[in-house]
Nanobody
Framework: QVQLVESGGGLVQPGGSLTLSCLGS????????LEWHRQAPGKQRELAAM???????TYVDSVKGRFTISRDNGKNTVYLQMDSLKPEDTAVYYC??????????WGQGTQVTVSS
């Protein structure tokens, strides 16, 4: 089971960009499905983007065309490139790693605030 630490959050103006990183410690990082979830104030946590071990990606409709998830197994890191940010993207962003629902790990979260 990997341990996860997110970084890269912050305050950005509407239309701006941010890149989140999530560093995993432990072995066999390449076997894990990696996900970015987010939770806005007063809302349930939602899956924003996901990348499988063979690099297949999926996105929630609200971020398609604006967010890109990628992974670097050599660095045990998953990234979330966020472009054309909107105020409604404001949330705490969490990374998750699991293998078919097993060996499930979550990071502590990083705050993203989109505001002028």
């Amino acid at each position: 089971q990997v341990q996860l630490v997110e970084s890269g959050g912050g305050l950005v103006q509407p239309g701006g960009s941010l890149t989140l990183s999530c560093l995993g410690s432990g072995s066999f990082f390449n076997l894990y499905r990696l996900e970015w979830h987010r939770q806005a104030p007063g809302k349930q946590r939602e899956l924003a983007a996901m990348i499988t071990s063979d690099r297949h990606t999926t996105y929630v409709d609200s971020v398609k065309g604006r967010f890109t998830i990628s992974r670097d197994n050599g660095k045990n890191t998953v990234y979330l490139q966020m472009d054309s940010l909107k105020p409604e993207d404001t949330a705490v962003y969490y990374c998750r790693a699991h293998v078919g629902g097993r060996f499930d790990s979550w990071g502590q979260g990083t705050q993203v605030t989109v505001s002028s």
